[in-house]
């Protein structure tokens, strides 16, 4: 370890001509020696106190950033070989560790650029290897000529001549192509079947001309197909690597679609057989559209994939799925804008096709709050219904670019074509729910005037207990059940004669067993009522119980009584005791809350009463309250 020096007029690292500075164990410059401050033309204010990335007059790259902290972790001293882009040449580190931050040597090495190692080429086909091939783009002068070539048919290869006749292949192909290309070109191995090559100059047609004649002198993988195919595109000195590649990989891509080269991979086909399968369970339109944003999230290796409806002149997100750490989509949910400031969404809606962009920055109408989002790649597919554009699935990269592919967007238009065909199943469902739900209501108010309910009492318990369920997580259709349920809560009661339902008094023994059996009767009728859910008819027999067990008419106890009767058995209790009677006054808002708090845990669920009470506080006295829920 090397000695730490105090700070003086003179540090003895001032006098050492090479670049040497520490940082402690944030990464922050404490001290930067005199040539440093000379070569990168700083003082010392300007540096001290800033972390190493911020302070750079270039971003460190990400290699010496991981020495750094291997340091700091390990308190091993280690050393380095980079590309330096300053120094055009190659620099050696060596990282010393020092009281738990660090002490840097940078110095230069022998060696030039273009002198490469063995282990800088790949052993099967003699081109650069991806790492080399990066370090060597740092010597570039722009523009260059980007080519992805992608190898037709490898897998055909091995399974018909082995490995070994796929490696001779491969060896065939990159042998051509580097005998083919200018000396200036490089040419990298950047995965097991695909090339990249860097052509100086931005004459596209040229290097397409040469690549096409070689692939058509090279054996094909079989009869009638060509060797390899390619996209191209031109890489501009202010442009990133990564989004010149994106755009030459869609190009390819798009060349690969016309030669039908091969359909989806099993596991693909597989995912997609299995998210339609997902999609047919799910009942409820607000799950449809969930799930199947959070599987195109992962099935495509999108970051923000959002729903857009389209209502009329404007259009607003209702769902959205993001991957872990991106930021949410701008505007947020449902916030409305006009439709014509939505950028592809506006295109779809109009054009009724899906629109993409592998470069979403070069489109001449993109939108710059989108940009200012870091989009860099999207596709927004429409959704129809009854022939008309009513919403837009919207998939987004965030500060990367993400290559478009056919297959891609196939998959985007047939999951809008599985959501079409299921909302409007739902949409079906749903009127004839919304059909027979009103049937039950209106004979929840027969029974209230046949009975001495105040009018309104069925609809408000009603729209209680939905509210008070969905406060305690229910799921749409288990509200629904509830709904019904709190409808048809009293149809018993048809079977009780007029003189003990509507006498005034209070009633005898006799008559309370026989008002009491209404509970059953009423369960008994609505079983024969095809269609209605279990949790419905739970609310019709055991609304009454208590959950210390001296309710009827099974003396259930706690957690035994069905989740939808322990709801609303406390939406009843508080409606009734808040309105008039012919039997009794009404009670206040006030005094009706405390008896509901009064009987948690005799009467009602204590966590039922939690969540009513809960709700009860955002509200108003009297009605108000029940409109609060």
Excluded at 151 to 162: D, I, Q
Excluded at 364 to 370: F, I, Y
């Amino acid at each position: 370890m090397l000695p730490l020096f105090p700070h003086a007029s003179v540090h003895p690292f001032d006098r050492v001509e090479d670049v040497m500075f520490t940082l402690d164990a944030n990464e922050r410059l404490t001290f930067v020696n005199a040539f440093a401050l000379k070569a990168w033309g700083k003082e010392p204010q300007e540096l001290l106190g800033r972390t190493y990335q911020d302070a750079l007059p270039t971003k460190a790259q990400p290699e010496v950033m991981t020495a750094f902290r291997h340091v700091l972790k390990t308190q091993q001293r280690t050393e380095l070989e980079v590309f330096g882009d300053r120094h055009q040449g190659w620099i050696g580190l060596i990282i010393y560790p020092d009281d738990g931050g660090l002490t840097v040597h940078v110095r230069p090495l022998l060696r030039s650029a273009g002198n490469t190692s063995h282990t800088d080429f790949d052993a099967l086909t003699g081109c650069l290897t991806r790492s080399a091939f990066v370090q060597a783009q740092r010597t570039l002068t722009f523009p260059q000529v980007l080519a992805i070539i992608d190898l037709n048919l490898l897998k055909s290869v091995n399974t018909r001549l082995g490995h070994s006749g796929g490696d001779a292949h491969i060896r065939t192909i990159a042998h051509a192509l580097r005998e083919a290309l200018p000396v200036e070109a490089l040419i990298c191995r950047w995965g097991g079947d695909e090339f990249v090559i860097l052509c100086p100059g931005r004459d596209q047609n040229a290097l397409q001309d040469l690549l096409d004649e070689t692939n058509r002198a090279l054996p094909g993988p079989m009869p009638n197909t060509l060797a390899f195919t390619v996209g191209l595109t031109v890489w501009e000195a202010d442009t990133a690597y990564e989004r010149a590649f994106a755009i030459a990989d869609e190009q390819l891509q798009l060349q690969k679609e016309q030669f039908k080269e091969a359909a989806p991979g099993a596991r693909e086909a597989d995912a997609l057989v299995t998210f339609s399968q997902e999609l047919e369970a799910l009942q409820e339109p607000g799950d449809l559209i969930q799930h199947a944003l959070d599987r195109l999230l992962s099935l495509l290796n999108f970051d923000q994939a959002t729903y857009a409806i389209i209502d009329e002149n404007e259009a607003f997100f209702s769902h959205q799925a993001l991957r872990e750490g991106v930021p949410a989509p701008q505007p947020a949910l449902n916030v409305r804008v006009p439709l014509a400031e939505t950028g592809l969404v506006d295109t779809v809606h109009r054009t009724r096709t899906t629109a993409w962009s592998t470069d979403y920055p070069s489109l001449s109408d993109r939108m710059p709050s989108v940009i200012a989002q870091g989009v860099k790649s999207g596709i927004v597919t429409p959704v129809f219904r009854q022939g008309q554009v009513v919403a837009a699935i919207v998939l987004r990269a965030v500060n990367r670019w993400q290559t478009i592919t056919p297959q891609m967007r196939k998959i985007v238009e047939l999951t809008a074509l599985r959501l079409e065909h299921a909302l409007e199943l739902r949409r079906a469902v749903g009127e004839i729910q919304r059909t027979l739900e009103a049937g039950m209501l209106t004979l929840g108010i027969v029974l209230e005037a046949r009975d001495f309910e105040t009018q309104g009492h069925t609809t408000r318990a009603a729209s209680m207990a939905e509210r008070l369920g969905k406060s305690l997580g229910l799921t749409s259709s288990h509200l629904s059940h509830l709904r019904q349920g709190a409808y048809l809560h009293d149809v018993g009661k048809l079977c009780i004669p007029d003189q003990i339902l509507r006498k005034p008094g209070k009633l005898t023994p006799e008559e309370w067993t026989t008002m009491q059996s209404h509970v059953q009767q009423g369960y008994d009728l609505a079983t024969r009522l095809p269609g209605l859910p279990q949790n419905t008819l739970d609310v019709i027999r055991s609304h009454h119980e208590h959950w210390d067990g001296r309710g009827y008419p099974d003396g259930l106890v706690g957690a035994n009584i069905p989740l939808s009767a322990r709801i609303f058995a406390v939406c009843d209790v508080y409606d009734a005791l808040i309105s008039e009677r012919p039997y009794k006054n009404a009670w206040s808002h006030e005094d009706a809350v405390s008896e509901i708090e009064q009987q948690s845990g005799r009467h009602f669920d204590p966590d039922v009463v939690r969540a009513f009470l809960s709700l009860m506080e955002g509200g108003t006295n009297g009605g108000g309250v029940a409109r609060a829920l």
